[in-house]
């Protein structure tokens, strides 16, 4: 089946209907995020009241309603972000060619150490890296991009236990380690080289099956697609 005819069958296809316990996170996080943006408003009266004298509150309401306000902002930005990998990691399971994207993707975010927020930061990122790489590895790619699936895998596990090494920032040596601080920015150069392979392999790949094409042939030799039928 060529590229065209799926997509001919896809569109023939109704649509799903969105499950409403979805519709209902989303409408709720843009409720919570108007609140948020309200109460910062709101702080930012307070605050310019009691500094000009012009309807004074009590002391610190402004900082204090803004704090709250600043944190609900937060929660939703997170909440957002988290649904984001969620579904991120859904479509990789499902989709050998989207896994390969997907994670290729999310291996670009710069992850600076500066303290222990960004390192815990930095780790939640790895995380989900690493279930994007596990469904990229159980995919089973033929070589060599299953190598490098594999290769990858590895690799951002053993980042992950670099940043949870408690040596990595200790304010007794001045903060962070620069020495372990270096392993992480050579893992950071590291993932990149084998997203741009496994790029770079894509380009041999069967958009139909995900089997890899002989370089001197033109058509997938496990489900029959073609360049020639798809262009």
Same mark, same amino acid.
């Given at each position: ?27 709720? /996080? #843009? &409720? ?5 943006g309200l109460i910062t408003l709101v $702080?930012?009266? !307070?605050?310019?009241? *009691? ?22 902002? /937060? #929660? &939703? ?10 579904? $991120?990691?859904? !479509?990789?399971?499902? *989709? ?39 469904? !990229? ?95």
């Amino acid at each position: 089946m060529s590229r065209d005819d799926a997509q001919t069958d896809a569109a023939a296809t109704p649509p799903k209907r969105r499950r409403l316990s979805a519709f209902i996170v989303l409408d709720s /996080a #843009a &409720v919570f995020q108007a609140i948020g943006g309200l109460i910062t408003l709101v $702080a930012v009266l !307070l605050f310019l009241g *009691n500094s000009t004298g012009a309807f004074p509150t009590f002391p610190l309401a402004g900082l204090a309603t803004m704090t709250i306000g600043g944190a609900i902002l /937060a #929660a &939703v930005a997170y909440e957002r972000n988290r649904m984001a990998r969620k579904k $991120a990691t859904q !479509l990789a399971q499902e *989709n050998p060619l989207t896994a390969l994207l997907l994670t290729c993707q999310f291996l670009v975010e710069e992850l600076p150490i500066t303290d222990h927020k960004s390192r815990d930061e930095a780790k939640r990122v790895l995380r989900h890296q690493i279930e994007l790489c596990q469904k !990229l590895s159980n995919h089973r790619f033929p070589p060599p991009i299953g190598e490098y699936a594999n290769e990858l895998l590895q690799l951002v596990n053993d980042q992950y236990k670099l940043l949870s090494n408690k040596k990595l920032i200790s304010w007794v040596h001045g903060g962070v380690n620069k020495e372990l601080n270096a392993q992480h920015q050579d893992f950071q150069q590291r993932k990149l080289v084998l997203a741009s392979k496994l790029l770079d392999a894509k380009e041999t790949m069967c958009q139909e099956c995900a089997a890899v094409i002989p370089a001197d042939a033109t058509s997938c030799p496990q489900c029959g697609w073609s360049y020639a039928a798809d262009g």
